[in-house]
């Protein structure tokens, strides 16, 4: 089982969702670390290859967990964010561009 690593603000913002769907995205994030793909996903390129987003929809919101697990040590969950809109928005990628960049930077050290 892979370990999780949370970038940022990741956790904080994931703890901040309501009880279901923090229970939800932990239950996703479990899938991940044992291999196995989430119930509900997609592919999220714009940001680097193999990042993908977990998609968790409640009566209280649509939540996504955004996260790479590409690397051999560990599953890098980059942000984690309430959707308000039908589109991702601006300020969400690249707040998981900059946690992709700098997980890319220490891995590299």
Not at 9 to 34: M, T, W, Y
Not at 43 to 59: F, K, Q
Not at 65 to 72: C, E, G, L, N, T
């Amino acid at each position: 089982m892979k370990k999780l690593v949370f970038a940022g603000c990741s956790l904080e913002n994931i703890k901040r969702f309501p009880d279901k769907a923090r229970r939800e995205a932990g239950f996703q994030l479990d899938r991940v670390q044992h291999g196995e793909n989430p119930d509900n996903w997609k592919s999220m390129n714009t940001i680097a290859s193999g990042v993908r987003e977990i998609r968790v929809s409640d009566t209280d919101g649509i939540f996504r967990v955004v996260y790479i697990a590409k690397f051999k040590e560990a599953i890098y969950v980059l942000h984690a964010f309430q959707k308000k809109t039908q589109k991702t928005s601006k300020s969400d990628i690249d707040a998981a561009k900059k946690a992709y960049k700098i997980i890319v930077k220490e891995r590299n050290k």
